[in-house]
């Protein structure tokens, strides 16, 4: 090894074919107390390895210093992701492992104290240029379709999960995951039903089962979990509001109300008027007969929209009752969730607050709102003058 003459403490390899540098720092071992040399990282230069050592030195004076591990970030995002598994939903879970996945394939061997920004922003351009893969049966067959912007974007929220709580559990110096700059998504392009499709759309599923689901899908802006999962004791028709508090989970096979919603902004009361409360008031009814027809069959969940026997309502049910009403209506095929995005949309095209209107839709910001509608906003600030003009004519 060589010391370098311009970075006092940090060292020249001589036995690789690049340059690369480092430094030594002594620590004390936590099994014995006795003092040891501890070498660092390779650095490419050796001005970022004395930066390096200065700042080691400056937190052992202030006993921040933390230790190097060897800790891979394969088996850092294993043991994350079990420590998340008894907070998360299965779907949800599922969702961050196989995010995960990519990560673990393309960086996981690296070691998580030795992880760098360059790392992780080569990780983003290899994932951009990375095939979809699909399983058929149990092969793995590689498509001829690029990963979307959405994926990796995703998969860039897990990573930077795991390294915030790398951070906070003090298995890495730095916050670089603050540094990261974020993957951009193209915006999905959902489809939404045309102002003068609702009416027709809503006639054509008026008598069926699935109408009162249907219908606080489209005035209320409810997602299908919170629909599925309403329960009557969150219904106040005399006030006319729903109390957003639970949801429907659908894993596997088995349906399941659980309290809480996707996001803490979900947990909202969602006002309703005189129209809404009459769809109600005959889903009661509708309830009561399926009640009598069942008899002992009969399962009483205290659920909005049921299936026939109490019990919570298949989503899968929900989708083909769905297409079906809509193909016999013949307006655009939209998906539950769509149904939601026309409430939004429209609701915006009319003038509506986006504050409110995020607040009714259990955004968790104004934020999410606009990212999602702001489309539909050019030539609103016209409509705004002219009330605005308006209110002071003739004042």
């Not at 230790?67 to 850092?76: A, R, V």
């Not at 294993?78 to 598994?85: I, P, Q, R, T, Y």
């Not at 393309?106 to 990780?123: A, C, M, Q, R, S």
């Not at 027709?200 to 979990?225: M, V």
Request: with cysteine; net charge positive.
């Amino acid at each position: 090894m060589a010391r370098t003459k311009k970075y006092p403490g940090v060292y020249e390899r001589k036995d690789t074919k690049t340059k690369t540098y480092y430094f030594i720092i002594s620590t004390n071992d936590p099994k014995t107390n006795k003092r040891k040399q501890v070498k660092s990282k390779s650095y490419s230069n050796p001005e970022e390895a004395y930066k390096d050592l200065i700042d080691t030195k400056n937190k052992q004076m202030k006993g921040k210093y933390i230790k190097p591990t060897k800790i891979t970030l394969k088996e850092w995002i294993e043991k994350w992701l079990s420590d998340k598994e008894i907070r998360l939903k299965k779907k949800t879970l599922e969702s961050y492992k196989n995010r995960a996945r990519h990560i673990i394939e393309e960086i996981g061997h690296i070691e998580l104290f030795n992880l760098t920004k360059d790392d992780v922003t080569d990780f983003y351009k290899t994932l951009k240029k990375k095939n979809k893969v699909i399983f058929n049966g149990k092969e793995k067959v590689t498509t001829n379709t690029k990963l979307s912007s959405r994926t990796v974007h995703d998969t860039h929220k897990v990573l930077k999960m795991a390294l915030i709580q790398a951070y906070r559990d003090e298995r890495i110096p730095r916050d670089i995951a603050s540094k990261i700059e974020s993957p951009k998504a193209k915006q999905a392009n959902h489809k939404i039903l045309k102002p003068d499709e609702v009416n027709l759309f809503l006639s054509t599923a008026k008598g069926d089962p699935t109408y009162c689901a249907i219908y606080l899908g489209i005035f209320c802006g409810l997602r299908q979990a919170e629909t599925l999962g309403l329960t009557w004791d969150n219904v106040d028709l005399d006030n006319q509001v729903i109390y957003i508090v639970r949801t429907l989970d659908h894993e596997d096979d088995d349906c399941a109300i659980s309290d809480g919603t996707k996001t803490n902004a979900g947990n909202r009361p969602v006002e309703i008027d005189e129209e809404i409360v009459e769809v109600l008031r005959a889903q009661k009814r509708r309830i009561k007969k399926d009640k009598e027809i069942s008899g002992t069959l009969y399962q009483d969940m205290n659920l909005v929209c049921p299936s026939n026997i109490g019990t919570p309502m298949n989503p899968s049910n929900l989708r083909r009752s769905l297409y079906r009403i809509i193909d016999k209506a013949g307006v655009t095929r939209v998906t539950y969730h769509e149904l939601r995005h026309s409430h939004a949309s429209l609701s915006v095209k009319s003038g509506a607050d986006i504050k409110s209107l995020s607040f009714r839709l259990g955004h968790s910001s104004t934020r999410v709102t606009l990212d999602i509608y702001s489309h539909l906003l050019p030539g609103m600030q016209r409509a705004l003058l002219k009330k605005f003009r308006d209110e002071i004519t003739d004042k």
